[in-house]
């Protein structure tokens, strides 16, 4: 009997280790034949800058309020796009997504000033960027040297001058017109001849 019970634990030391083999090599095959799931991998996020701009009057030096900067850049050759930012109180325009490295065109639109535009390279964390703003320049001519010449027309929307009332208009003719028509030329006189040295023919007589 103790000779049976040890060959029955013999062979169960020798199943077991059988089993436990036969069960890595199936899930080992099973994970074989399966799809490999990969997850997203994961992409941090470029870096970014802190731009600063100080919107001041060139006259005065006092910031100017509510003026419209937009923001666009490119990296790489690709626009990335534009934002725009208007100025508090102090006149400053803050923006902290700019990528860092990239080519910014920053652009400051105002009531009663020029247009500014100018290209910026961001490779910093910061960058602050001072802005002054000019009144309206006079347009380039190859007539006349307009370089830095104040604008003579009044910034905003030009409205068109309208004659008053009773008012004539400049340059029409205000002298009176005769309602009598021109005289015509008396077709009954003869036209004189323009012959001088031709004389008169002579009447013919009578028998």
């Avoid at 994961?42 to 009057?57: A, C, D, G």
């Avoid at 080519?103 to 390279?121: E, K, P, S």
């Avoid at 005289?183 to 007589?205: G, L, M, T, Y």
Wanted: charged content about 25%; aromatic content about 6%.
């Amino acid at each position: 009997m103790f000779a049976m019970m040890s060959h029955r634990r013999k062979l169960l030391f020798f199943l077991v280790p059988v089993c436990v083999t036969v069960l890595f090599a199936a899930s080992s095959l099973l994970a074989q034949d399966s799809p490999v799931r990969r997850g997203r991998k994961y992409k941090p996020p470029p870096e970014t800058s802190k731009i600063t701009v100080q919107v001041t009057k060139k006259s005065n030096g006092k910031p100017i309020m509510n003026a419209a900067v937009i923001f666009n850049p490119y990296k790489d050759g690709k626009d990335i796009g534009n934002l725009e930012v208007k100025t508090d109180p102090e006149g400053k325009a803050m923006i902290d997504i700019i990528p860092t490295g990239s080519l910014v065109r920053v652009q400051v639109i105002a009531n009663g000033y020029a247009t500014f535009a100018h290209d910026y390279q961001v490779d910093d964390s910061t960058k602050e960027i001072a802005i002054e703003m000019l009144r309206p320049r006079e347009q380039v001519s190859s007539y006349r040297d307009n370089s830095n010449a104040p604008s003579e027309r009044k910034w905003g929307v030009q409205e068109p001058v309208r004659p008053k009332p009773g008012e004539q208009k400049p340059g029409s003719d205000t002298s009176p017109r005769s309602s009598q028509p021109a005289a015509k030329p008396d077709s009954a006189q003869p036209p004189a001849n323009s012959d001088s040295n031709s004389s008169p023919q002579p009447a013919p007589q009578q028998q």
